[in-house]
């Protein structure tokens, strides 16, 4: 098989790699804050039991997503985003604006985030696959556990948010907008 073509303007493979590292790391601490926002709220209301220990569930795998990518950007002298004080700020404040609508509100927002997620870890998986396998596998094991996040929280209801169609599509459009900013950024 011949190597992918490169065009003008495109990143060296070094230097998507080092994108893909953080963005990824920017993205596991926006999930971390954005779980750190919605406990915030969930965890002070008694009828939000279960969805709590739900969402403290997946912040325990966020967290270790996050620590997997710290030690890959400390072992490839990768900088992280400059963006981090606006991702622990907006994260923070997007899980808790959803965890005040409601349990449903918190859930349709994770499926949001992980169903962007999902195609992002997908496709980074498949570009580094050749050139990165060990980086590749790690892609496709967090994408597994992203997915696990997003059917859980359907489960949880979170179609049946307040808005869900304007909600989740705002949820989505921002973390398109995230992950482009942070790539670059």
């Known amino acids: 098989m011949s190597k992918p073509r490169r065009l003008p303007g ?29 406990l915030a709220v969930l965890g002070q209301r008694p009828e939000s039991t279960n969805a ?33 004080p606006v991702w622990h700020v907006a994260g923070f404040a997007l899980g808790a604006a959803t965890a005040l609508l ?3 509100a918190a859930m ?12 992002h870890y997908r496709d980074q ?11 590749s596998a790690t892609l496709d094991a967090f994408r597994a556990e992203e997915v696990e996040h997003r059917d859980i929280a359907r489960a949880a209801g979170a179609k049946e948010a307040p808005a869900y169609p304007a909600l989740s599509g705002a949820v989505r459009s921002a973390t398109r907008l995230a992950i482009w900013l942070s790539t670059r950024i």
């Open 10 to 38: 495109d990143p060296t493979p070094d230097r998507a790699v080092e994108r893909a590292l953080r963005v990824d790391h920017a993205g596991e601490y926006g999930a971390v804050r954005i779980y750190a926002g919605q």
């Open 52 to 84: 709590a220990a739900k969402v403290r569930t997946m912040a325990e795998q966020e967290h270790k997503h996050l620590a997997a990518f710290d030690a890959l950007l400390n072992e490839r002298h990768v900088r992280p985003t400059v963006l981090a």
């Open 102 to 104: 409601g349990d449903k």
């Open 108 to 119: 349709a927002c994770t499926e949001a985030v992980e169903e962007v997620i999902d195609d």
């Open 125 to 135: 998986a498949e570009r580094l696959r050749e050139t990165e396998p060990e980086l």
